[in-house]
C-alpha cells in the first residue's frame, strides 16, 4: 500500500475527531494542524523515477489519498480538480479516500464524474450510531462505483443492517483508537459487527485493537507497535463470497 498525502491539516468535525493523531503528532512539532496546506506529495502519481517510470507502481497499491487531512475540506477545495485528473490519469492505480465529510461529496466532484471513477473507493467514517444514522443514508445515494464503512476510532456498537442490505457497501472496517487518552474500544462491539457482516455476506477486517482494548471484564493497554497484530490474532477476517 502506498500514502498520498496531498494536503496537510484538518478541523475536527465529530466525536471521532477529539483525540485525532494528526494533531497528536503535529503537537509533537508545535506545529498548528487546523491550518491546512499543500503538501510537496501534492503531484506524487504523476512522479517519475530516472528510468521516466512512474514512482507509485500498480504494486504499490491502493494508494491511501489524504490521510493527514479529509479529501472533501472546504479549503481544499480550489486543488481538489488537480487531484481529480492526477486520479483520472492513473487507472491503473486504485485510489482509497477515507472520510467523515461525505455530506460535501456532491460539492466536490468532478464534472465526468458520472456514476464514478472505478479506481475510487470511498470510505464512510461511522464511529458511533449517530454518525451511522446521519452519513450512511447520504452515503448511500451518492453515484459511487466502490463503497466501505470504517467504525474507528469505534466509541460504541453501531448497528448498520439496513445499510447493510442494501448491498452497496463492499466492506466494513473495525479500530480502536490509539494515543495516551485513547478511549475504550471493546471487543463485543467488534464482534457484533462482525456478525452483521457474517448475515448480510459484506467483507470484514478488525484492523487495529487500539489502546485501551477491553475484552470481556478486563481492559488491556496495548502498544502501539502491537495493535494490529492483537487485532490480526483476533481472527475475525470475512471476506464475502461472490454475490
Ligand atoms: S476529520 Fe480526520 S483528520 Fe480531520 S480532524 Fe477529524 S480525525 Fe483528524
Known amino acids: 500500500m ?42 506524487l502519481p504523476l512522479r517519475r ?21 479529509d479529501f472533501f475540506i472546504e479549503e481544499a ?7 481529480w485528473n492526477m486520479i483520472k490519469m492513473r487507472p491503473d492505480l486504485d485510489f482509497v479516500i477515507i472520510t ?10 468532478p464534472n465526468d464524474w458520472g456514476e464514478g471513477y472505478d479506481n475510487v473507493t470511498i470510505i464512510c467514517t461511522c464511529e458511533d450510531q449517530a454518525r451511522a444514522d446521519s452519513r450512511l443514508p447520504i452515503f448511500l445515494s451518492l ?8 467504525h474507528e476510532p469505534m466509541l460504541e456498537p453501531v448497528d448498520i443492517r439496513n445499510y447493510l442490505k442494501t448491498g452497496q457497501i ?3 472496517t473495525c479500530g480502536g483508537e490509539s494515543g495516551e487518552n485513547a478511549r ?34 478486563r481492559i488491556y493497554r496495548i502498544d502501539r507497535k502491537d495493535q494490529m497484530v492483537q487485532a490480526s490474532k483476533a481472527g475475525i477476517e470475512y471476506i464475502a463470497s461472490r454475490k
Not at 452483521?196 to 470481556?216: D, I, L, P, W, Y
Open 2 to 43: 502506498a500514502i498520498w498525502n496531498p494536503w496537510h491539516g484538518c478541523r475536527k468535525i465529530s466525536p471521532g475527531c477529539l483525540n485525532c493523531y494528526v494533531y497528536r503528532r503535529d503537537a509533537e512539532f508545535g506545529k498548528d494542524s487546523s491550518i491546512v496546506s499543500k503538501t510537496a506529495a501534492f503531484d
Open 49 to 69: 523515477n530516472r528510468q521516466k517510470e512512474y514512482k507509485l507502481k500498480p504494486d504499490n497499491e491502493p494508494v491511501y489519498t489524504c490521510m493527514t487531512s
Open 77 to 83: 477545495d480550489v486543488w481538489r480538480p488537480d487531484i
Open 100 to 109: 467523515k465529510r461525505i455530506h460535501r461529496f456532491l460539492d466536490c466532484i
Open 143 to 150: 453515484p459511487i462505483q466502490h463503497r466501505q464503512v470504517i
Open 170 to 172: 463492499e466492506q466494513v
Open 184 to 217: 475504550i474500544c471493546d471487543f463485543a462491539w467488534v464482534l457484533d459487527s462482525w456478525r452483521q457482516c457474517v448475515e448480510a455476506n459484506v467483507s470484514f477486517h478488525f484492523k487495529q485493537t487500539g489502546a485501551n482494548f477491553r475484552k470481556g471484564n
